[in-house]
T-cell receptor, first 115, second 115 residues
Framework: GAGVSQSPSNKVTEKGKDVELRCDPISGHTALYWYRQSLGQGLEFLIYFQGNSAPDKSGLPSDRFSAERTGGSVSTLTIQRTQQEDSAVYLC?????????????FGPGTRLTVL | GENVEQHPSTLSVQEGDSAVIKCTYSDSASNYFPWYKQELGKRPQLIIDIRSNVGEKKDQRIAVTLNKTAKHFSLHITETQPEDSAVYFCAAPGDYGGSQGNLIFGKGTKLSVKP
């Protein structure tokens, strides 16, 4: 079946502009995660959606970052007033709900460059 | 919250040698420890995981060991091959010992296998 997809694959924007990044999880997966990966760095957790529960926003670096998940499926990560330090690859992952550690399936990522 | 430390950040071995990557975690309630492999330009993929009720798990040339008392776990790759070259990430549950699927990742180890 289809894996996790993300769009766009690349996004170049000017400092101060808003951007929207999209994630389509695997069908039937109730959990969705956003991570940020800066060049040569690890996976930084941003936000996590699980079913209809309130999202865990504890990883968002500032109030310029927000995310929505509509209908329990597609998610959009929005970055307002982008800064150069926001440049990174933004990865989305999804998983089945499990009692212990469901495997997270990652999308290909969106490479964001803020000029 | 959970804190995951990973060492070394880079590792270079000769083909055929073994490689060991170590991680420590802070939350004694954590009960699930996956390892993800990310090849250059690709998305992270799960390669092996271990639950807290076992001390070791093997899958062909890779194995993971867990020491709950010391709160550390390690990835062992034997008979390394050039295709093992990648960045490896360890992870631990970010909340409530793993009941919700959220993961905190280490910063990664870049493994280079020289032919």
């Amino acid at each position: 079946g289809a894996g996790v997809s993300q769009s766009p694959s690349n996004k170049v924007t000017e400092k101060g502009k808003d951007v929207e990044l999209r994630c389509d999880p695997i069908s039937g997966h109730t959990a969705l995660y956003w991570y940020r990966q800066s060049l040569g760095q690890g996976l930084e957790f941003l936000i996590y959606f699980q079913g209809n529960s309130a999202p865990d926003k504890s990883g968002l670096p500032s109030d310029r970052f927000s995310a929505e998940r509509t209908g329990g499926s597609v998610s959009t990560l929005t970055i307002q007033r982008t800064q150069q330090e926001d440049s990174a690859v933004y990865l989305c992952a999804s998983s089945l709900r499990g009692t212990i550690g469901p495997e997270q399936f990652f999308g290909p990522g969106t490479r964001l460059t803020v000029l | 919250g959970e804190n995951v430390e990973q060492h070394p950040s880079t590792l270079s071995v000769q083909e055929g040698d073994s490689a060991v990557i170590k991680c420590t975690y802070s939350d004694s309630a954590s009960n699930y420890f996956p390892w993800y492999k990310q090849e250059l330009g690709k998305r992270p993929q799960l390669i092996i995981d271990i639950r807290s009720n076992v001390g070791e798990k093997k899958d062909q040339r890779i194995a993971v060991t867990l020491n709950k008392t010391a709160k550390h776990f390690s990835l062992h790759i034997t008979e390394t091959q050039p295709e093992d070259s990648a960045v490896y990430f360890c992870a631990a549950p970010g909340d409530y010992g793993g009941s919700q699927g959220n993961l905190i990742f280490g910063k990664g180890t870049k493994l280079s296998v020289k032919p």
